[in-house]
């Protein structure tokens, strides 16, 4: 379940004198499975509760106009408690620097798209998506002034040809919504990465658990929470995950406004 760092010898006695904090409970790197349950989760300081607390305020109190934010929070659009370590543990399993949570995948999918483009930018895209996902690029961001091209993304020749001198995103969706099919993340990442183009990829019906698209060079990941991360119909939500902080602050400034 965990190993120890090389060349330490710390025992357990001691592992367990520090069992207080999560992430400081056990040394080293741990696996996914264990990341699944305890990335980010930490007890909640004022009363020892170990489960997340459902923090369902919208606004937070500042000690003073000097120390605003001086807890992080101001707003829940823009942050709240509960939400953080949820975004924290999204990074984390997904290998990135920052994750933006939002209430569905499609609020993720437009975010990421805002966040990246503008009118008169290209993006190319594959002819097989989730529907909501090539309907808000013909239905409401074309009528913007942004450009895409809708190509089959099993071949990444394909994705190649379609590129043009205004193209600042690559949108791949792997497994594709509804047919399954395949897109070569490491591949179609060079590809936008030659032409100064951002990559994102919706991983949703891979999960983390088949399929991190940041370690194969992509820029972003698009989740869909309704689906396998959430898995028990019972609530919406969706995230975009960035590998570096210059993207993260970016698809988070689109969602605060
Ligand atoms: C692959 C994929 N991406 C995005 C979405 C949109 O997610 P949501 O329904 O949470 O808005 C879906 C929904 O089915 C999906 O299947």
């Known amino acids: 379940m965990f190993r120890l760092r090389p060349g330490r010898s710390t025992t357990l006695t001691?592992?367990?004198?520090?069992?207080?904090?999560?992430?400081?409970w056990l040394e080293g790197e741990m696996k996914l499975d264990t990341n699944f349950v305890h990335a980010a989760v930490t007890p909640e300081p004022k009363s020892g509760?170990?489960?997340t607390p459902l923090f369902l305020s919208t606004t937070f109190i500042q000690e003073s106009v000097e120390k605003y934010l001086d807890k992080g929070y101001s707003y829940s659009r823009t942050n709240n408690p509960t939400v953080t370590v949820l975004e924290q543990k999204l990074a984390k399993l997904e290998n990135g620097y920052g994750a933006c949570a939002f209430g569905t995948g499609m609020a993720a999918t437009t975010s990421a798209i805002s966040a990246t483009m503008q009118a008169g930018d290209h993006c190319v895209i594959s002819d097989c998506s989730y529907g909501g996902t090539n309907r808000s690029c013909r239905e409401f961001f074309t009528p913007m002034g942004m450009e895409f091209t809708f190509?089959?993304?099993?071949?990444p020749e394909n994705v190649k040809k379609a590129m043009k001198p205004n193209t600042?995103?690559?949108?791949?969706?792997?497994p594709a919504n509804p047919v399954l099919s395949l897109t070569d993340i490491e591949a179609v990442s060079k590809?936008?990465?030659?032409?100064?183009a951002k990559h994102?990829?919706?991983?949703?019906?891979?999960?983390?658990?088949?399929?991190?698209?940041?370690?194969?060079g992509a820029d972003m990941v698009i989740q869909s929470l309704t689906k396998y991360y959430e898995?028990?119909?019972?609530?919406t939500g969706g995230?975009?995950?960035?590998?570096?902080q210059a993207l993260h602050e970016k698809v988070k400034w689109a969602r605060s406004l």
């Not at 995230?239 to 570096?244: F, Q, R, W």
Request: charged share 25%; glycine share 4%.
């Open 239 to 244: 995230a975009v995950i960035s590998k570096d």
């Open 231 to 235: 898995g028990h119909n019972i609530m």
């Open 200 to 216: 994102v990829v919706d991983a949703t019906f891979a999960t983390p658990v088949i399929c991190r698209p940041l370690d194969w």
């Open 168 to 174: 600042k995103l690559v949108f791949s969706e792997t």
């Open 49 to 51: 509760a170990i489960l």
């Open 14 to 24: 001691a592992l367990r004198r520090k069992a207080t904090v999560s992430g400081t």
């Open 151 to 155: 190509v089959d993304f099993r071949d």
């Open 191 to 196: 590809i936008a990465k030659d032409a100064g």
